[in-house]
């Protein structure tokens, strides 16, 4: 680790400390050291055609991700909320923030719950990244869904979500209906697009870039809002269904003086969550949807593109342990466009295996095995095969802290 990560790692500190003296203000927070080894290709963030965080020139001890998610109470209604991250890596933004909101909770006159969010925050499309800060319950690294889905994609704006409370009156479960007007997410589309899905727990941040050259993905180019909409129902915490359709409502011919293009981007997901025990865990989701980019008026040379991704997980806890298998599908088809011969088809799949083992209140250990194999035409210009089967392994000890309630 370098000196910019130890500077990194003192400012979350000092983050910290400055929580503590407020008691309206609270924080949790993970410091996670990993110990790397992989034979996969060069990763697509140090631009190259690997799918996988870390490549085979990464082996040893890296900091995996050092956090603070920051609540502090305004008023007894609205709050603030904040993350900030560092990665450790070659980000230009040694630490950044991930997001930023103020959140409205009106007082319940009756079994309707009102929520506002305003700012910049994750869709709320996970089953999996439950915990503080948009991070995995499950394994160290997300779903191919939930790694794109954090890399390309913030709201910033603002969303509305009514929960009508069913349970406590002897219904099955609670439904809730959100939706959410946005800006400044028009490039969203381009990663799906240059590399197709990868498994990454490396995603973007509000100010920084990611990969090499590096992408940013929080512009707002054409003027047009976008939206999503979404249904979930949860029933005693035991089993939820999400469900979600996102639109940018992009100008697939709109870009900027500085090299920004909008892609227009949609797509439907969905997922469940069942919990039969307090031990088990299931969880699937799905994506399917396109991008696009270029006027009509670019005929052929208008790029088109469908996608889809979907997985399944198991998970078994015990005591202090906790193991989780996933099976990850994905795929992406070029219909038209600038890209080729041969086109930026991909298909893959992979299988992670994880284990946590909980060393007290504040310490973690946990344990990761992944394996992708993907066929991308494309990397014939790498000069190596389109086809590639990459490994990852990782250990991972996790320092947890909270102060100020």
């Known amino acids: 680790m370098g000196r910019r990560t130890c500077l990194a790692l003192s400012l979350l500190c000092v983050a910290a400390a400055g929580a503590r003296a407020d008691e309206r203000v609270s924080a949790v927070g993970v410091i996670d050291l990993r110990l790397v080894h992989s034979d996969g290709a060069t990763s697509y963030l140090e631009g190259g055609p690997g799918l996988l965080r870390f490549d085979s020139s990464d082996d040893g001890l890296h900091l995996g991700r050092a956090f603070v998610a920051l609540k502090a109470r305004v008023t007894d209604i609205a709050s603030v909320h904040a993350v900030i991250d560092t990665y450790g890596d070659h980000d230009r933004n040694p630490v950044d923030l991930s997001e930023l909101w103020l959140e409205l909770r009106p007082y319940p006159v009756s079994a309707l719950r009102w929520r506002a969010r305003i700012g910049a925050f994750y869709m709320p499309v996970s089953l999996e990244n439950r915990g503080p800060g948009w991070s995995s319950v499950y394994a160290l690294t997300p779903s191919a869904i939930n790694t794109w889905f ?13 929960r009508w409370l069913g349970a406590p009156s002897g219904y099955l479960g609670d439904l809730a209906l959100v939706a959410a007007a946005y800006g400044w997410n028009d490039p969203a589309g381009v ?33 047009r809002p976008g939206y999503y909409a979404g249904l ?45 025990t307090a031990r088990w865990t299931f969880i699937t989701q799905y994506v399917d949807g396109s991008t696009w980019i270029g006027p009509d008026s670019a005929g ?45 088809d991909q298909s893959g799949h992979a299988w992670t295996l994880a284990w946590t083992h909980e060393l007290g209140d504040d310490w973690q250990l946990a344990a990761e095995w992944l394996r992708v194999t993907s066929n991308f035409p494309p990397r014939l210009e790498y000069g190596g095969p389109p086809g590639l089967v990459e490994s990852q392994y990782q250990i991972a000890i996790r320092y947890r802290f909270r102060f100020g309630f």
């Open 232 to 276: 979930s129902w949860r029933a005693y915490d035991r089993l939820e269904l999400r469900a979600l359709r996102y639109d940018n409502r992009a100008d697939p011919g709109a870009s900027t003086l500085s090299g920004n293009y909008a892609w227009l981007t949609r797509f439907s997901t969905a997922g469940v969550r069942f919990e039969p």
């Open 300 to 344: 052929d040379f208008q790029f088109r593109m469908t996608y889809h991704s979907a997985f399944a997980l198991t998970s078994f806890e015990r005591g202090p342990d906790r193991l989780t298998a996933r099976y990850d599908g994905f795929g992406t088809h070029q219909s038209q466009g600038f890209y080729g011969p041969p086109p930026a």
């Open 191 to 223: 990663l799906i697009a240059d590399r197709g899905f990868a498994l990454s727990d490396r995603p973007s941040t509000l100010f920084g870039g990611l990969g090499r050259p590096p992408m940013t993905f929080y512009h707002e180019i054409d003027r």
């Open 150 to 162: 954090g890399e390309e994609f913030r709201t910033i704006g603002a969303e509305v979500e009514a």
